[in-house]
């Protein structure tokens, strides 16, 4: 799955990823109404209108970029409905050939996140059946709980072709109240990013592991030294635009290859339209707000890309 | 809720919480059998198996113990169906009258921390109206993120008069990797443990804090530690019996009230007929032989409780 998104990535020119993670107040009137008036102000209705907001994006956008990332919590606050619009959601994208992250931050001990990578990477045994619980691309996983938190979800990333991102320095404010401790004088955020590069080694792609860490935009510094410490690693990169990161902070995230970093943006692409850059689409064309949002953004990484040269 | 919690426990003499993570190899064939000539061997088979299995359980032990925690993962690996039967399982306990802690291990960055929050704790808003997602009494947490993941998830307990569970020290071989790393010459657990108890001076109920911690069984000399760094925090201990745990491992997570912590069976109570000890009961009567393993575990930690004094 890593060759696939390095393939789509190339293809696309865009090393983007669009989070698909639909708050109420992005999604817009007519939408919220049109479900509403289906299912009533019901959890259901909620679900609906996420789903008609997701797709309406998804149509818009799907050839630009290579792979998205629904946030389950987004769908999750709205209970069963909204883990229904999720897997809706993960399906149709997978239908639409984009690759698809599920930012779950799962991690338990062994056999619970064998639970969670079955359910989210794998299939799942019922008698003498087998069946893909969520079946997203790639998942994110939270490492707080070592090794044997981890290694479930490589083992079935090995047997599915399948990927992860481990979290190592997250893109919060509060991120280095633990993050950045130093332990014998290196911070944890790259002890862990040494543990991610040697798990990744246990599942290579062409040139890239499947196992792969989630840095953020915001400490541009620390990315520089962890795209050192974990040089075969895909680095996802969450908070550019709405959280703070800009283009000129990315260039550090990717090697010389221009590959090795996927930069992921959230509200600037799905609300794009409550922009005052992009007003003029107005709420009736939001998804032509995302698009020209996606291009945009492409330009900026192309840009700091090339400036560094 | 903690308050609730702590009357539970004294109601029952018993600091006991049974794990409800349900795995098809525990569940009785006739179970089994049952669900899949309903709804075939299909996920929706899987989760009415679990379900039924549940039910008996909680039908047999629930005037023994003040709470049960399910694994929501053992549910997620069946997709929806699986949560499906969560959320049955949920409701069905604080039915009857059981504090539900939910295991989930969430944390994310501030704004999705909150939307799981308000998806296992809170309500949501939808149009006028709002509704309970998941609507448990207490979730695990992990602090990977720092403050600004687990404020939001305080600010809901503060609300709805729940609780939390932060990982501090988890129950499983390699958690040592990350969690007993020193800095400033202490461990990452203790300085975590550390902040749990600042956290919980934000929420106390009369004796302890509506925030809690988790701290494993298998490291007793942790938990003597942590006991001293969390004095009103609630400990909740995994790891008791499949996992290693025993009950004189157990005496130094208590305070001296015989209050401040509770402690987690799974498997050595919901598969107990599988053991050679409880085998008498046959998979028929698999629910007695649970009772029979909550009254033992009783038994072994009042036992551990009085030998200490």
Known sequence: MINKLITKIRQ??????VGLDPMMKFIPRQIQEAAYAQYGETLEGAAEAIWQYNKGIVDAIHDLIPAVKPQIAMYEQFGI????????????CREKGLVVIGDVKRGDIGSTSEAYAV???????VGEKSYYGFDEDFVTVNPYLGSDGVKPFIKVC?????GIFVLVKTSNPSSGELQDRLSDGKPIYELVGEQVAAWGQECM???YSYVGAVVGATYPEQGRILRKVMP????LVPG????????????HFFNEDGLGAIINSSRGIIAAYQQEKYARYGAANYA??????????????????????
Do not use: C
């Open 119 to 125: 359910g989210h990477l794998g299939k799942v045994q």
């Open 232 to 235: 075969r690693t895909f680095i």
């Open 205 to 207: 792609g062409d040139g």
């Open 158 to 162: 090995q047997e599915e072709k399948k």
């Open 12 to 17: 696309t020119g865009a090393p983007i990823v």
């Open 240 to 251: 550019y635009g709405a959280q703070g990161g800009k283009g000129a902070d990315l260039a």
């Open 81 to 92: 409905p909204g883990i229904i619009a999720f897997k809706k959601t993960v399906d149709y």
């Open 288 to 309: 032509e707000a995302s698009r020209a949002a996606v291009l945009d953004m492409r330009e900026d990484i192309a840009g700091a890309l090339a400036a560094r040269a």
